[in-house]
Each structure stands twice: as C-alpha cells, then as structure tokens.
C-alpha cells in the first residue's frame, strides 16, 4: 500500500479546498465522489446520535452501509472519529 501512503502524504499538503476538490474529481469518478460523500454524510448523522434505522430510512440505503460506519467509528484510534470529534466537538452538524 505504498501508494496509499503516498497519496495520503500528498492529500495532507493540499491547504486550498478547492484544490482538492480539483484532485479528488480528477482521480475519481462521479460515482465513487458520491459514495465518499454518503459515507462521510452517514458518519456525521451516526456520529451525531441519529439511528441507523432512520439513516438508511432517510438516504433509502441498506442498514449494511451505514453498519459499516458504525463500525468505523467505534473502531479503536478511529481517525473518523477523532476528525468528527474535532469538527463538531458538541456533537450538532
């Protein structure tokens, strides 16, 4: 995954948003942006205390997709979490 790293190592030097918004459409397709977009979407809404039941209700997703934020966040270290955490400290998005 050395290329992950490098990527990683690259997205953590872009300070302008709008050039990474110009690097995240260059590398990916329309379909996998919206994908990132409704995972970080439904990370906020679980982090926030919404069920996953009223998520996937609300997005007209599986359960099976927001389960694996959930995940996400109660993983040990979770940097989701932590970035989340950090963002909306009091929990209101």
């Known amino acids: 995954m050395e290329s992950l790293n490098e990527l990683a190592?690259?997205?953590s030097e872009i300070n302008d948003p709008s050039e990474l918004e110009k690097l995240l459409t260059d590398i990916l397709t329309p379909?996998?942006?919206s994908d990132v977009v409704l995972r970080w979407q439904l990370m906020k809404e679980l982090y926030a205390g919404e069920t996953q039941r009223r998520i996937a209700?609300?997005?007209?997703i599986s359960l099976?997709?927001?389960?694996?934020?959930?995940?996400?966040?109660k993983k040990k270290g979770s940097a989701s979490l932590k970035i989340l955490s950090q963002l909306y400290p009091d929990k209101q998005i």
Request: contains cysteine.
């Open 64 to 73: 099976c997709k927001i389960t694996r934020g959930s995940k996400i966040l």
């Open 31 to 33: 379909k996998e942006r």
């Open 57 to 60: 209700s609300r997005h007209n």
């Open 9 to 11: 190592k690259i997205l």
